[in-house]
């Protein structure tokens, strides 16, 4: 990995000279864009609407416009700014971790130690650990002021850039101040759904399936050109078990509990071993 930045975390008179890096990687297949009638690979130019040239990027400066006037800002402009000279992650407060609503979570960035001495950083660490908080830290990144969350993965801190209060929207639909009456046997085998799906989490054991089937796609496109037949490469899409049927609510859940448990009875048959959906069901009915 390559270090996007470099800077230190401050609380108090307490510095963590650290190097940031990206927590995160798109694995998404790179496509373009082309003409469907020739192939023609689409481009997009920078073209300036006064002298018809198109700019290269480094030509390029950013304007605000408020209706009247317009000024124009260049690279230096920006980097004049206070707050983008400083190479500071300040810690504004440590917060209890269950406060921070997973919803302003956005970009997460790892912190290496960047000094030969690693103790403040270890220091810093462990207490996030100990004390079950997470550091609230303003810092300058790429011509914004960010807001984010510091906590500990592993042996590694790690920053988590948090979305603004007002870059959150509020929620409000008529539909939910209806009243609902939903009886105790539908909670019950709501209750007895969820048991059926119960797991731990285990990241590994999911995979970006869409990004899965097209490179089968490009494959077999590759090989087989427009004669591509994608019923051939893919198989017959499997037809709702419902039949188009609408289900009531009780029915619906019903059947997905029998499902899901006859799913997971034939998996645990499979390895040899009982399911933990039959385990829990054989101790519900002694």
Not at 210 to 215: P, V
Request: glycine share 6%; proline share 3%; charged share 35%.
């Amino acid at each position: 990995m390559r270090a996007i930045w470099k800077g230190a975390v401050a609380f108090g008179l307490v510095n963590v000279p650290v190097k940031v890096y990206s927590a995160t990687e798109d694995h998404d297949i790179s496509l373009h864009q082309v003409h469907n009638k020739d192939g023609g690979r689409i481009r997009y130019q920078r073209r300036c609407e006064v002298c018809g040239e198109i700019i290269e990027y480094k030509n390029i400066d950013k304007a605000y416009d408020d209706g009247e006037r317009t000024v124009v800002l260049s690279a230096e402009d920006f980097a004049s700014l206070p707050v983008e000279k400083s190479r500071e992650i300040e810690v504004v407060e440590f917060v209890p971790s269950d406060q921070i609503d997973p919803i302003m979570l956005d970009r997460s960035y790892y912190l290496e130690p960047d000094s030969k001495s690693t103790k403040a950083y270890v220091l810093l660490r462990r207490t996030l650990e100990e004390t079950d908080r997470t550091a609230i830290v303003q810092f300058s990144l790429r011509q914004k002021s960010r807001l984010a969350a510091l906590r500990v993965r592993g042996d590694v801190l790690m920053l988590q850039t948090l979305l603004w209060d007002d870059e959150v929207r509020e929620a409000t639909f008529p539909s939910l101040d209806e009243k609902v009456r939903v009886s105790a046997k539908e909670k019950e085998m709501s209750a007895a759904l969820v048991e059926s799906f119960s797991s731990d989490f285990d990241p590994e054991n999911f995979t970006d399936e869409y990004q899965e089937q097209l490179r089968v796609l490009i494959e077999a496109k590759l090989e087989k050109g427009e004669a591509l037949d994608t019923d051939e490469t893919f198989g017959e899409t499997d037809e709702d078990d419902g039949g188009g049927k609408v289900l009531d609510l009780m029915e619906a859940l019903r059947r997905s509990v029998e499902k899901n448990r006859e799913k997971k009875g034939s998996a645990g048959a499979k390895a040899g071993t009982p399911s933990p959906g039959t385990k829990t069901n054989a101790k519900k009915g002694a």
